[in-house]
């Protein structure tokens, strides 16, 4: 270790704060994102037991506010999302074969200002004023100071805004981690699909949160600080709110779904034993979805008012989508179409996704119709219809995603009966509580409302789907028992555990070790693992000889400069300037320490990996 | 891996892209500046949308002078141009120019720092206030938002000046330098805007 | 990792000074832009609408020249950074237009 800089290597609690590797950084956005998603869950089901029957009183009207706000904005920000963040972080870097991500601090710190966000945000439930309660899109007038008092709507603006933070770090990083870091021969054809929409979502993230960024500032300065951004009787214009809240909104919606259709790529392709039908057609449709994205906002506001002609431009531009939509399901079709199917449980929540996005995607274009959304808006025909792409698309995409790189990201394969119960308990359960919405739309059941009356016919409907969202509780509560029972066996899975494992994180051992690759492999062309295996060698090609291994510094300061956001968040919300200036100081510090000391990081060296048993 | 940019003890041409962290750090600040592109783009969209809201508040023909803002702008545009003989001088290898043109740069964002103050401060008395109409709280937050990314840029690259003379000029100091110049160049582009936007559009009408 | 091998061997290969000049000729455009901007509005002659392309004209040309030299934009390897703004520029475009035509209605 001639030039290797002494670093002090944390263990335990301290090595989790520290850290900079991707993999770790995947594992705390996994736990976090999981807890989240657990307490919006449970919010959902608090909401489904409220309406299992007309007049129902199991929660105020107030509270039931209170928890839809919250379990939209918890299942969009704080659940979803970082559970994508868990799987790029995991599986990215090792699928372009590089050895780190390209920011590995900033890595950190987007992780960390995501959490003191999301844990900002639900402590407004312990608040005298109670949580947010506009609703997770915020809409003024409902959302100013006259309609909300109290300090619920301050910890949905600030809490955001300190997540949204961590979220476009997180994009650019992904960026450029893409661009630069690629394995000699991993050309952009050559990426493995959840890579390019790890790709498109990123860039989608980079141009879509700064408006997100500036709709925040200007209500938490209409709130905090008396300015007239959305207040009619000073000038102000609600409607402008709306319009800059879905121009973020609605690429959210693809940055969500696009890692998910990259998920259901490999899976599909994987467990079929063939090729991805139509690569380059994928890839294509992927960067369309993500441009006509940013083109479709207003659909979302077709009862504004917006004129005859914006409405039935927007009308075609969302139709459009259907297009690049469409060729992604076909091609997933005929990548199953003749393969030799395995039915692991990936592959089911896989397939199972399949028709489920389908159906989210028609009902998507019959709202997609202006006239014909006069009738929908507002009622749980929309409530059935995003919950079908988000939890019938995204959240069947990510549990599938977990099942497959389970073994990869922990080194123990999840028991594939439990995963299986999991499935189809969840699967049922989605189905039963979400596909009689439709029709409570149709008959006239309006969305966001706490109760409704006996004899209007939605009685029967609603009690299915309570049934059904406690069936999804189930579901998740056997994941988790799966998690439990997998922790406990010992660490012994394959590198290949799938055996037919394509791309090039099954070429290395699971789970990973810090450098990823002890060797930058040599790609040689799509599917790179396949290939090799197809030409009859062992494992990838080495593309560099054995040397020592330069790895950045562990660091603490990602977490204080988020721990300084937090507080500077709180300061600011009750005008306390003493400790906005403790937090603002706190970051700023953290930020001049990390100009001026220099992180050279550390080698590993060759012996090193021969020890850990690094096969040549 | 700077070590190795220094095998033959003098810096390459270009010393921002010799290493990989290097090339990095200009691509994700690249990126970062067409996010930053949006940002403004976006307060930019809401000011227009709200600038003729002026209720009983002054009127920007009433507001604005224009001697002032020419003045500004002279001032950030020359910090501009002398950001740009920095990388010159950085690409020279010459510390000593380097760290010359920065400090006049940081001096020049200073100046346009203190106009600026001085020029709220005169619309604040003259009854603009920032919670006047939604015309006023717009204007304040766009302006505001780019003399916060000024001020920023102004501790930034004195921070840096600090390090250059501590540290010299490096593969690590280089980047930071270049990214700091890049940073620079778009406070200037985004004030383009606003003068042409906010100021000469409001004086026309 | 691999490539700074090459990079570090080739410092003197491309190791052209290139002069102030062309910046000095940027920023006395900038300048001239920026004066023909501020002199249309101050004659105060003119239709508002016309000024109004004009300035935005003067103002898109000034960043033009400043992003493109000053930023180095024009040179080989910013692929990726013409990308990036564009992609900003194509969302501001989209919310001007909103800003512009359907917040009052």
Known sequence: ?616 | MSELSHVDGQLPHEPEKATLEGRNKVLGFWLFLGGEVVLFGTLFSVYLALRDQILDGPTPQELFSLPLVAIATLILLTSSLTSVFAIQAMHRNNRTALINWLIVTVILGFGFLGLEIYEFMHYAHMGHEFSTSAFSTSFYTLVGFHGAHVAFGVLWISLLIAQLFKKGLTVVTAPKVYVAGLYWHFVDVVWVFIFSVVYLMGKVG | MADNHATASEPKRRHRVEGPKKHIISFIFSIVLTAIAFALVMSGEMNTMFIYIMLIAMAVGQVFIQMAFWMHMKDRGHMYSIIGIISGVFVVFTMVIMALYWVWW
Not at chain 1, 22 to 47: N, T, V, W
Not at chain 1, 126 to 153: C, D, H, I, K, N
Not at chain 1, 195 to 221: D, E, K
Not at chain 1, 227 to 256: A, M, R, T
């Open chain 1, 1 to 616: 270790m001639a030039h290797a800089h002494a670093v002090k290597r944390y263990s335990g609690l301290m090595d989790w704060l520290t850290t900079v590797d991707h993999k770790k950084i995947g594992i705390l956005y996994l736990i976090s994102g999981g807890f989240f998603f657990l307490i919006g869950g449970l919010e959902a089901i608090l909401i489904r037991i409220q309406l299992w029957k007309p007049m129902n009183d199991f929660v105020s009207p107030d509270t039931y506010n209170e928890l839809l706000t919250m379990h939209g904005t918890t299942m969009i920000f704080l659940a979803a999302m970082p559970i994508i963040f868990a799987l790029m972080n995991a599986i990215v870097p090792l699928q372009i074969g590089a050895r780190d991500v390209a920011f590995p601090f900033l890595n950190s710190l987007g992780f960390w200002t995501f959490f003191f966000g999301g844990v900002l945000l639900n402590i407004s439930w312990f608040t005298s004023t109670g949580a947010p309660a506009a609703g997770w899109t915020s809409y003024v007038p409902l959302a100013s100071p006259m309609y909300s008092e109290g300090q619920g709507v301050d910890f949905y603006v600030i809490g955001l805004q300190i997540s949204g933070l961590g979220t476009l770090v997180g994009g650019i990083n992904f960026l450029v981690t893409i661009i630069n870091m690629r394995a000699p021969g991993m050309s952009f054809m050559r990426m493995p699909m959840f890579t390019w929409t790890a790709f498109i979502t990123s860039a989608l993230i980079l141009f879509a949160f700064p408006a997100l960024t500036v709709g925040l500032v200007a209500l938490m300065f209409d709130r905090l600080f008396d300015g007239n951004f959305f207040d009619p009787s000073s000038g102000g214009n609600v409607v402008l709110w709306e319009h800059i809240f879905w121009i973020f909104g609605h690429p959210e919606v693809y940055i969500l779904i696009l890692p998910a259709f990259g998920i259901i790529s490999e899976i599909v392709s994987t467990f079929s034993r063939k090729r991805l039908f139509g690569y380059s057609s994928m890839v294509f449709a992927t960067v369309l979805i993500g441009f006509l994205g940013f083109m479709v906002w207003a659909h979302h506001m077709f009862t504004t008012g917006l004129g005859p002609v914006a409405n039935s431009l927007f009308s075609i531009a969302t139709m459009l989508i259907a297009v690049p939509t469409g060729i992604k399901i076909f091609n997933w079709l005929f990548t199953l179409w003749g393969g030799s199917i395995t039915f692991t449980s990936a592959n089911l929540f896989a397939i199972g996704f399949i028709p489920t996005f389908v159906m989210g995607g028609v009902t998507g274009v019959m709202l997609a119709a202006a006239p014909a959304d006069f009738q929908y808006h507002d009622s749980y025909f929309v409530v059935a219809h995003f919950h079908y792409v988000i939890v019938g698309g995204l959240v069947l995409g990510l549990f599938a995603g977990l099942h497959y790189w389970w073994p990869k990201m922990f080194g123990r394969m999840l028991n594939e009966g439990l995963a299986k119960l999991t499935f189809w308990t969840f699967y049922i359960g989605f189905h039963l509580t979400f596909f009689v919405q439709h029709f409570l739309g149709l008959i006239g059941m309006p969305r966001r409302v706490y109760t409704y009356l006996d004899g209007q016919g939605f009685n029967g409907m609603n009690l299915v789907s309570t049934v059904g969202a406690i069936l999804m509780g189930i579901g998740t509560i056997v994941f988790l028992i799966n998690v439990a029972v997998t922790a406990a066996k010992p660490k012994n899975a394959p590198a290949d555990p799938w055996v037919d494992g394509r791309t090039l994180e099954w070429s290395i051992p699971s789970p990973a070790p810090e450098y990823n690759f002890a060797q930058t492999p040599l790609v040689r062309g799509y599917d790179a693992l396949w290939k090799e295996k197809m030409d009859g060698n062992k494992g990838m090609t080495p593309a560099e000889p054995l040397g020592p291994i330069h790895m950045p510094s562990p660091s603490i300061l990602p977490f204080f400069m988020s721990l300084g956001l937090f507080i500077m968040g709180f300061g600011l919300m009750y005008h306390q300037w003493i400790f906005t200036g403790i937090g603002a100081a706190l970051t700023f510090g953290c930020m001049f320490l990390r100009s001026v000391y220099d992180d050279h990081g550390f080698h590993i060296d060759p012996d090193e990996l021969k020890d850990k048993g690094v096969k040549a």
